[in-house]
């Protein structure tokens, strides 16, 4: 992805007309993309998990009830140029959010995001009880709730699934497109994410440094679930 100096200029603009707070552009993904086959990894992708009791909101905001999601390695088959795209496009935001008043100290790694089918939910379930986590593990989750600030997601497939952004008093619905990427403040919005079928999103987070904390550069939930005894 090449951003034009020009364009960083045009994006900060912006977003400072949307109060800092919600950027919807199409992403400028390369030739070398198929997004057929990146359609088709997300579709085949058997690792899906379900978030950790009590912070699913954190990651897969108000829908997490009905949806799954996935931590992505960088070379994974059939998806690593796209992740690859998202990461340039976060590490541009990211040289631009000193001036948002939101200096980065870092990203999450790219999470897929889907609708579970009934299957889904049983195989995915973990139980309430019984699950033990060490205090790192929760330490990083509370972490990430505190840091988290700026969330990218990209829509791949499908064109009748709704995204809403919440905000206090008010609730903005967004049509959900293949290839729309929405950037928005995740510390002033809160989301909902209603995918039709096969239809995924893929984020990325930006992280904030915590005041008196020193941050987790590479803070990533999948791989703090195999601390999970």
């Known amino acids: ?37 990146v359609h088709e990894a997300l579709q085949g992708r058997e690792r899906w998990q379900p978030e950790f009791p009590e912070f699913e909101n954190d990651t897969m905001g108000r829908s997490f009830l009905q949806n799954k999601v996935s931590w992505l390695d960088d070379g994974d088959d059939g998806l690593a140029d796209i992740c690859k795209e998202l990461v340039e496009l976060a590490e541009v935001v990211a040289s631009i959010t000193p001036d948002l008043g939101l200096p980065s100290s870092g990203r999450t790694r790219v999470m897929a995001h889907t609708a579970s089918t009934d299957e889904d939910k049983k195989q995915l379930a973990l139980p309430a009880q019984g699950i033990k986590v060490e205090a790192s593990v929760l330490q990083d ?53 209603d995918p039709v079928k096969d239809q995924h999103a893929l984020q990325v987070w930006l992280l904030r440094d915590s005041p008196g904390a020193v941050a987790r550069r590479d803070f990533d939930p999948k791989e703090a679930i195999k601390k999970i005894p």
């Open 1 to 37: 992805m090449e951003i034009a100096p020009n364009d960083i200029t045009a994006l900060l603009q912006t977003l400072r007309a949307q109060d800092y707070a919600v950027l919807q552009l199409p992403i400028a993904v390369a030739p070398r993309i198929d997004r057929t086959s």
């Open 141 to 193: 989750r509370l972490l990430f709730r505190e840091q988290r600030k700026v969330c990218i997601l990209h829509i791949v497939g499908g064109s009748d699934g709704t995204l809403t952004l919440h905000r206090e008093g008010s609730d903005i619905p967004v049509k959900c497109q293949d290839g729309m990427t929405l950037v928005f403040r995740h510390d002033i919005f809160d989301y909902s994410f």
